[in-house]
């Protein structure tokens, strides 16, 4: 006994020792997770995993890390086995999940894995935000004529973000150098840190050498994501936060990103300055100018943040800049929103990972002109379920550039596109004015369903003076109309624009309905009378209910109004009451004959409508009887 327990012992301080090893290098792995170290971090975390460790944390950590390098396919792995293990994981995780699957084409298990995350966070049901953001696809611009070709200037490595400088040169972003002696890893993926360089490029296609930008440019980390003022001599970048050749990090140790200017002096670039709304607690990233380059837009995750990271604008004036504004929800969402670029009509091309897409970050574009903001995305070429951003675009010449991590003609991780053959059309504020036939104003109101081509309804609108304004919307396009007013026939149909901003449609008084038809009348029926005070059916009333029978049974089209009436006698509340008993009876009588009573209705108006003047004069008994009756009318 003795010695057995000796060995229970010694096995369960080999198996304390060994939890406590993988702990100790989970731990590490987490350290580097934190920092941003993601190639790092994987490597760790599947080493753990080949040794038969693996803990929630590690599989969320290792499902983030494999996310925001996009690789979406072992991000899945690394998710699913999380999710077999629990359900009790950050919203963030949730949403990159989601997005994943959809990447995937899981759309079904994504929508599933959306009611979990309701059901472990109730409170997101009030964020209507997500729900609009996350289900509800957007308008989809077909982009079929795009011609789109692997750009010559890809390396094996990543190569992103074309800005335009001037009027035949581009700059993009590159880690070209990943296998020089002297250059600087990522910590984020192991290749080396990104610098600029230039090209000149005529229409999509690229001419002349590579060369990276001169100056006290590309002197330290990443650089990225340059945008020019149109003369050229001021340029906006994005650049690792760092001081005294050491990059800088917040509390929680991530690598942080800020916007810098600096001044071509003819030769090369020059002061280069930090802008003031950066800041060591947050990022600041992928800067891009409004046409009137009165207004710099960028990416933060800066407090007041809708998600992962929103689109900010910051006024510039005589070097100086406004607090950041925020574009607000109809443009940010819960996700990733970034890589804003403003077209010379004032569109905002955009990245995002949280709207109902194709997977990845997909582009999206909105007119900062209107106040509605409507989303549109592009379909097939633009867009894949891959990660698509970064899109620059001239309107003149319908050419461009984006960057893309799919994988059908990939060189590198991330690879410059050019494009061709891209219209984006300007979307209007147009009035839809609604007429009657007649020409007059439509009385009532009156409900608007607007649907475009596909039949996906854009919204639903009160007409308010008889008209309609439809913001946002393309005038080159017909929208399908559904009109309803209480007053009118629905209308259903196609509207135009062509060319004009304004539309009229026309609609159709209802008829009034019809008289109602006195059945006794048309059939020479004799009338149903009742004994004084009484509501029953008499056999010479059921004579004459019979041959009312036959017809409604003869005509199912024919539904019939039952009207009772009283003699003067009594209180008139009670003769009220006494002559609708009389016309239930007699309905009563039908239906248990067969008429379903769906087909009839019934009335009693007491002694309101009497046949002859007994309630002012002195009558006989038979005078009396003759207003103890039921009339038949026929509704149609």
């Not at 919307?473 to 009118?488: A, C, F």
């Not at 036959?550 to 009670?574: R, W």
């Amino acid at each position: 006994m003795k010695l057995h327990f000796n060995y229970i012992t010694i096995c369960l301080l080999l198996v304390s020792g060994l939890v406590y090893g993988q702990q100790s290098r989970e731990a590490i792995a987490n350290s580097k997770y934190n920092s941003m170290s993601y190639t790092e971090a994987i490597a760790l975390y599947t080493n753990l995993v080949k040794d038969g460790y693996g803990s929630t944390q590690l599989f969320e950590n290792l499902g983030n890390s494999y996310y925001l390098q996009s690789n979406y396919a072992l991000a899945k792995v690394s998710y699913d086995s999380l999710f077999k293990r629990t359900e009790n994981v950050s919203k963030s995780t949730y949403y990159k999940y989601i997005n994943v699957l959809r990447s995937e084409r899981k759309n079904t298990q994504a929508d599933k894995l959306y009611a979990k995350l309701l059901k472990n966070y109730p409170q997101e049901k009030r964020e209507g935000v997500i729900k609009s953001h996350l289900f509800v696809s957007p308008e989809v611009r077909t982009v079929s004529s795009v011609t789109l070709k692997n750009s010559t200037i890809n390396s094996p490595y990543s190569d992103y973000k074309v800005s335009y400088l001037g009027e035949d040169k581009i700059v993009y972003s590159s880690s070209k150098e990943t296998k020089s002696f002297l250059s600087t890893k990522s910590i984020w993926n192991n290749e080396a840190y990104t610098n600029l360089y230039e090209s000149r490029f005529d229409g999509d296609s690229l001419i002349g050498e590579v060369s990276k930008l001169k100056g006290r440019i590309n002197r330290f980390y990443n650089e990225s994501s340059a945008v020019f003022t149109k003369d050229g001599k001021t340029m906006y970048f994005t650049r690792n936060n760092h001081l005294a050749n050491q990059v800088k990090t917040d509390s929680l140790e991530n690598v942080l990103l800020k916007i810098y200017k600096a001044k071509y002096n003819g030769k090369r670039w020059v002061d280069i300055e930090e802008l003031p709304f950066n800041s060591n607690q947050y990022n600041c990233a992928h800067p891009a100018l409004s046409p009137d380059e009165d207004y710099l837009y960028f990416s933060s995750d800066m407090p007041g943040s809708k998600g992962e990271s929103d689109l900010y604008k910051v006024a510039i004036s005589d070097n100086t800049y406004g607090a950041p504004e925020n574009l607000g929800d109809q443009i940010n969402t819960l996700g990733r929103d970034t890589f804003p670029f403003i077209t010379s009509e004032n569109v905002l091309i955009f990245s995002s990972d949280f709207r109902k897409g194709q997977g990845g970050l997909d582009l999206y574009y909105t007119d900062l002109k209107s106040t509605n903001k409507r989303i549109y995305t592009f379909s097939a070429p633009i867009n894949s379920s891959f990660d698509d951003f970064g899109l620059v675009y001239k309107v003149s010449e319908s050419t461009g550039f984006m960057s893309s991590n799919r994988k059908e003609d990939n060189v590198g991780s991330d690879d410059i596109y050019a494009l061709s053959g891209l219209s984006i059309p300007k979307l209007e504020d147009l009035t839809v004015m609604i007429k009657s036939k007649k020409g007059n104003d439509v009385i009532g109101n009156t409900s608007v369903s607007l649907s475009n081509e596909n039949n996906n309804i854009l919204g639903t609108i009160s007409a308010i003076n008889n008209q309609v304004s439809l913001l946002d919307t393309d005038p080159s396009k017909d929208y399908n109309l559904q009109v309803n007013n209480e007053n009118y026939e629905p209308y259903a149909g196609s509207i135009k624009f062509e060319g004009t901003n304004t539309a009229t449609i026309y609609l159709t008084e209802k008829a009034p309905p019809p008289a109602p038809v006195d059945l006794q009348a048309l059939l020479k029926l004799e009338n149903i009378y009742f004994a004084f005070d009484k509501h029953a059916i008499r056999k010479d009333a059921a004579i004459e209910l019979a041959k009312i029978l036959e017809i409604l049974n003869k005509y199912p089209v024919i539904n019939l109004e039952i009207i009772g009436h009283t003699d003067s006698f009594g209180p008139a509340v009670y003769n009220e009451r006494l002559s609708a008993q009389r016309a239930a009876s007699t309905k009563q009588w039908l239906v248990e004959n067969g008429i379903s009573s769906d087909r009839i209705t019934t009335f009693g108006y007491g002694e309101k409508r009497p046949i002859n003047d007994c309630a002012t004069k002195k009558c006989t008994k038979e005078q009396h009887y003759k207003n103890r009756r039921t009339e038949f009318l026929i509704k149609q």
